[in-house]
């Protein structure tokens, strides 16, 4: 490949070629593309661009009318929707449709003002073109849009969701609890035929997904649907993947899912006639225990994060095609009726462990729930708890709950949770446990938060609070630690401690006679763990111990202390001449979990400046005799 | 093998591990060279991927003359971010992504990203990418361009990039009467 000469490099907008600008006006709400025609000659006539994309945001007209005067304000917007679909149709065709409706400090207007549905509004006869997003999307010309965003926003919402070109940006710590969306969307309108993405947002009900008579397929080609902050009935999200036959993505992102049992199989049609009111309460009653379940035959990613519904219910989830699946919320909220076969990947964060919970359920619940994935090459779990709830102490307790399984593919397992400084066995018996069942892991990766210590009595009512609290002491802890670690390399010269008194202890529970860890003499090659430092001979360095001594293939080491600056000093020391008194806790601890007096670090030349040690050991029966610790790049 | 390893020895190891590092050597207009993980650069970049499997990546530092050295910093950077750092989905050892919708919102990491570059550095970087046909990361950017325009006026417009407006007074009313729309109660 010969590259032409060099052009002068472009320092400005305009010296971006036509595609470029184009494409940044494809992000842009079409108000504003529309109107960067009359910025210079160089931009007139980029819009409408080739691609087809049309972005409507009531926040476009935020200035129309002043404050309190919405109906100018809708005005403009539907008037301006319908030039810009019009002008867009005009160039190519619409393929792309946003539709952005903010209600500002009027929540309910949303509603009222831009969605009300009529089925007999006709868009030719008015002057202004539309009165509602529906009819918005039933236009002619938008039949072809290919991937369509319809969300609403108001005041109310996190600024989080102020990004996003017509797109919210969402991220709730807890799970969702229903009660909320900003408007009804009415699914029969929306354009189906070429329809490959549909993003619904801040949505209170799909409407009009059921029609006894159209038994017909809706969505054609819809591979991906995903819906955020939304809530909607099982009835109408099962209905929609039944009209969705090439679905391959279902995201729901603190989707709250409604449950309506009919109260007789024979009284359907009571229940159909009823079925658009909010008559929850009618129906309560005869939910409690009731099992319902969402299937989802074709969908291969499936991402279920922070979603809820009645604690009464049970949602089973059928997925037997599923490849890729990611789940956050609590643990029980959740049950798989077929294990995925094909399962390549999954990602489970699971948040603190409800009141209605017992401690002793929780190792049942996790190993049933983990167990569905035995198939998978990568796991990810994420516990907001800590890693010794789940332990299994007792054999044949485990052989119970998992009986035959193994994970025989896992290559990569990742687990990221809390760990008590007192309670090492419970830790150690977990990360045993989970080190049995995947029999060929290749990569290990452990990320430990020291928590100090259990509290005595769970205060269920305040785990925000308290998570919040313990996040500010560890924050005062760290600084604390890294001030005495300063003041340790200041006056390095004196003994700061004695290497020989330190004995780096065997983990209990972990070195159980029970465990028998196929992985570690024969795949396991890289281990990355991070931990939080106190001491020489904590969890972490413990950890660094078993693994080097265990792990008979281990080439590579990853460790991070919880905030590096260790390294810093221990690479400085070290890199002199080698003292029997290191400088830190950090170096006494690993120098001794490796029984080694001496560690050459190295400080790697280029872009990677931290040291790098290289640590020989004397097995006879490995071919490898020394591997590489790293730190862990953040 | 002796535990304690001379400081030579330890040097040797660490020149063999570099040259098995799977890195590109990429060299910015102004003769610059820049490491990247061939990896993430094979994935994010269909122009690198391309060069990789034609083989035509030089050792000594591929000729990119099109990209400036701060460009190409950004590029590294990003793909090197990708490569290693993203906290919630370490796309590491496996492909597989979540990104399956043809455009997702920037993710975290990219927003701050692409927040802390210039103007001058982010039309560069626009122009690298496209250069380089790395999809995302032109998707990201020119989402950053965009939001810098969202909700504002044309004058508004002008003035946060500095456009020169080279119309006559007849022929801005000419387009303003055309896309009337637009500019209502503007």
């Known amino acids: 490949m010969a590259p032409p000469p060099p052009p002068p490099p472009p320092t400005h907008l305009c010296d971006l070629p036509d595609e470029l600008l184009q494409h940044i006006l494809d992000f842009t709400p079409s108000r504003e593309a529309a109107s960067t025609s009359v910025l210079s000659r160089r931009w007139r006539g980029l819009w409408p661009t080739p691609s087809g994309a049309v972005i409507l945001d009531t926040r476009s007209y935020g200035h129309v009318g002043g404050l309190g005067v919405y109906n100018k304000r809708r005005d403009a917007f539907f008037r301006g929707a319908g030039e810009a679909i019009a002008a867009a149709h005009h160039g190519s065709s619409v393929r792309t449709l946003a539709v952005h409706v903010d209600g500002g400090d009027d929540p309910d207007g949303v509603e009222e003002r831009f969605f009300t549905y009529r089925s007999d509004s006709d868009w030719t006869s008015t002057g202004c073109g539309f009165h509602s997003v529906h009819d918005v999307l039933r236009h002619p010309s938008t039949r072809g849009v290919v991937e369509l965003t319809v969300a609403a926003s108001s005041s109310d919402d996190l600024p989080a969701s102020a990004g996003g070109g017509g797109r919210i940006f969402c991220d709730w710590k807890k799970p969702f609890e229903g009660e909320e969306g900003l408007y009804k969307l009415r699914v029969d309108a929306v354009p189906s035929e070429a329809l490959r993405v549909l993003h619904v947002t801040n949505c209170s009900g799909l409407d009009g997904t059921h029609h006894p008579a159209t038994a017909a397929v809706l969505f054609p080609c819809l591979e991906v649907l995903r819906l955020c902050r939304c809530d909607v009935s099982l009835d109408s999200l099962q209905d929609m993947v039944v009209a969705s036959p090439r679905l391959a993505t279902l995201h729901l992102e603190r989707v709250f899912i409604r449950t309506k049992f009919r109260r007789l199989v024979s009284n359907r049609y009571f229940y159909q006639l009823n079925w658009d009111g909010d008559d929850d309460d009618q129906h309560e009653d005869y939910d409690d225990g009731r099992v319902g379940t969402l299937c989802c035959p074709g969908v291969t990613t499936l991402v279920v994060l922070n979603c809820s519904h009645r604690d009464s219910v049970t949602i089973e989830l059928d997925a037997p095609m599923v490849q890729v699946f990611r789940y956050k919320g609590y643990i029980h909220r959740l049950v798989l009726t077929s294990p995925p076969r094909d399962v390549r990947r999954a990602d489970l964060h699971f948040l603190e462990r409800n009141v209605y919970y017992h401690t002793r359920d929780l190792p049942e619940l996790f190993w049933l729930f983990v167990k569905n994935f035995s198939n998978a090459k990568v796991l990810k779990l994420k516990l907001d708890f800590p890693i010794g709830d789940i332990a299994v102490d007792d054999k044949k307790r485990y052989d119970d709950l998992m009986g035959e399984t193994l994970f025989c593919n896992l290559d990569l397992l990742e687990m990221e949770g809390q760990q008590h400084r007192r309670k090492r066995k419970g830790a150690g018996v977990a990360i045993g446990n989970l080190l049995q069942c995947c029999p060929a892991v290749r990569d290990l990766r452990l990320y430990l938060n020291t928590v100090k210590d259990p509290p005595n009595k769970r205060r269920y009512s305040s785990h925000r609070a308290d998570s919040e609290r313990n996040r500010m002491y560890l924050d005062r802890e760290a600084r604390l630690d890294f001030h005495r670690s300063v003041e340790h390399f200041m006056r390095r010269r004196d003994p700061v401690l004695s290497a020989n008194k330190v004995k780096v202890s065997d983990i209990p529970g972990l070195t159980n006679k029970s465990f028998l860890f196929n992985c570690l003499r024969f795949y396991l090659i890289r281990v990355t763990l991070q931990f939080d430092m106190d001491k020489a001979n904590c969890f972490g360095v413990q950890l660094v111990k078993f693994f080097f001594e265990k792990g008979m293939v281990l080439e590579e080491m990853h460790i991070d202390d919880g905030n590096k600056k260790l390294w810093d000093h221990m690479h400085r020391k070290i890199g002199g001449s080698t003292s029997s008194q290191p400088c830190s806790e950090f170096f006494l601890g690993i120098s001794k979990a490796l029984s080694v007096n001496q560690l050459n670090s190295l400080n790697a030349s280029g872009r990677i400046s931290y040291p790098w040690l290289q640590v020989s050991r004397r097995i006879p029966w490995t071919t490898k005799s020394s591997f590489t610790i790293l730190p862990l790049d953040r | ?186």
């Not at chain 2, 090197?80 to 993710?107: D, G, Q, R, V």
């Not at chain 2, 103007?119 to 032109?138: I, Q």
């Open chain 2, 1 to 186: 093998m002796e535990v304690d390893k001379g400081k030579g020895e330890a040097e040797e190891t660490r020149k063999v591990a570099e040259a098995d590092r799977d890195t590109v050597t990429l060299k910015s207009s102004d003769g610059k060279l820049f490491e990247v993980s061939k990896e993430a650069a094979a994935r994010l970049s269909t122009v690198l991927a391309g060069m990789i499997a034609g083989g035509s990546i030089d050792d000594n530092g591929t000729d990119l003359k099109q990209i400036g050295s701060e460009a190409l910093e950004n590029v590294v950077d990003y793909c090197n971010k990708h490569a290693n750092s993203i906290p919630s989905a370490a796309l590491i050892s496996s492909s597989i992504s979540f990104n399956t919708a043809p455009f997702k919102e920037p993710e975290e990491w990219e927003r701050k990203f692409v927040d802390r570059l210039s103007h001058d550095a982010l039309f560069d970087l626009v122009e690298a990418a496209n250069f380089l046909g790395m999809e995302r990361l032109l998707d990201v950017t020119c989402h950053k361009i965009s939001e810098m325009m969202k909700g504002k006026s044309p004058d508004q417009i002008r003035e946060v990039f500095n456009i020169k407006n080279d119309y006559t007074k007849e022929e801005l009313e000419e387009i303003r009467q055309e896309l009337a729309w637009a500019f209502y109660d503007d």
